[in-house]
């Protein structure tokens, strides 16, 4: 059982009130040798301050949840790590929250918040949750909490009321097809973790954008949605294998793992038959054979960035002010592999 302020003020022969103040350093007037006494026997018991009582008293908890669309995803585990730094050089500790995949489970964590138990959040959702009615049911909730909140989810227009940062998707989608295209290719496949077609899959948007540039038909017989893991794009693989596909941009990294192996042992040769491209830059994309092409992210940038703009509006509530809204780009780096080549 933990040691109590009453427990060392029985041991010193003082006041609970007179042992409360020596150990959070406030005035009072106390022999020198009873205050050591006090300090002395606190760190004896092993003493632990109330967490609540102190964050009560200064009126903040120094914790950021942090929560997170599906944290068996590699991408997520490498940013989350980088906000944990950061958040650890300005002495604040992370909460953090994974939503699974499973919308129902984002909103208990974002209902959480109202507890006070944090002092802001850093929210970064999942591409299978972001849909139209999903996007209206979460700003409605975090409508009603009112606490810092910043997206890590760059170019996705429902969130901009908050502070957003992240990597543009659509010029993701671009560089991907832009990629492939100039390598000859012509009829590539899509192979999309989110469940949208529209606005809400901004790396589609781009993917299409670069065919159109390139006078290329857009064909959705070779467009798969809702595909996730790896799992995901081995079986996008096994949907498109006899198709006329020459290659293929698979919207993260883990689907292009699942695409490419699992095209490798039909018997495919990647990438003189087909070429394959992600997008995250994830350490698997560096130990797959071959090694894939990929679009990366600047996870550093994004997490620092990400939690300075988060902790600025922490720090301007202070003083009864709201920091401005901010929208801030990483761009994209297209890392060309093995996995692509001509036609």
């Known amino acids: 059982m933990a040691a109590t302020l009453k427990d060392i003020a029985n041991y010193v022969g003082t006041s609970v009130t007179t042992v409360s103040k020596v150990l959070g ?13 006090i300090l002395e026997m606190a760190e004896k018991l092993n003493y632990l301050p109330n967490a609540s009582g102190v964050n009560l008293k200064k009126g903040s908890t120094d914790a950021i949840a942090v929560i997170v669309g599906d944290l068996l995803y590699p991408y997520y585990a490498k940013l989350l790590k980088q906000i944990a730094y950061c958040l650890n050089e300005h002495g604040k500790s992370i909460i953090v929250c994974d939503a699974d995949n499973d919308f129902r489970m984002e909103l208990q964590h974002y209902q959480r918040m109202k507890t006070g138990y944090v002092d802001g959040a850093i ?3 999942s591409p299978l949750t972001v849909t139209q009615e999903n996007v209206k049911t979460a700003l409605k909730v975090l409508g ?3 606490l810092p ?3 890590v989810c760059h170019g996705l227009p429902p969130f901009e009321r908050y502070s957003t940062v992240g990597t543009p998707p659509y010029e993701c989608g671009y560089l991907a097809a832009k990629h492939l295209l100039e390598l000859g290719h012509r009829r590539i496949a899509y192979v999309s973790e989110s469940l949208e077609h ?29 595909h996730a893991r790896y799992g995901g794009g081995s079986k996008a693989y096994q949907e498109l294998a006899d198709s006329d596909m020459t290659a293929a941009v698979c919207s993260d990294d883990l689907l292009a793992v699942g695409f490419l192996s699992t095209a490798v042992a039909d ?39 990400a939690v ?36």
Do not use: C, W
């Open 25 to 37: 350093n406030r005035e009072i007037r106390v022999s020198e040798a009873k205050r050591r006494e």
């Open 123 to 125: 929210i970064v959702p």
């Open 144 to 146: 009603g909490i009112d």
């Open 149 to 151: 909140i910043t997206f």
């Open 198 to 226: 529209d606005a809400l899959n901004p790396k589609l948007q781009g993917f299409r954008a670069a065919l159109r540039d390139h006078d290329t038909d857009f064909r959705e017989e070779l467009t798969l949605y809702g």
């Open 267 to 305: 018997g495919r040769k990647v990438p003189q038959e087909l070429s394959v491209v992600g997008m995250d830059n994830i350490m698997a994309t560096l130990h797959s054979t071959p090694k894939i092409t990929t679009v990366a992210q600047d996870t550093e940038k994004i997490a620092r960035s």
């Open 308 to 343: 300075n703009l988060l902790l600025g509006e922490i720090d301007a509530r202070k003083y009864g002010l709201h920091a401005d809204v901010t929208h801030i780009a990483v761009e994209p780096t297209l890392m060309v592999r093995q996995s692509t080549g001509p036609v």
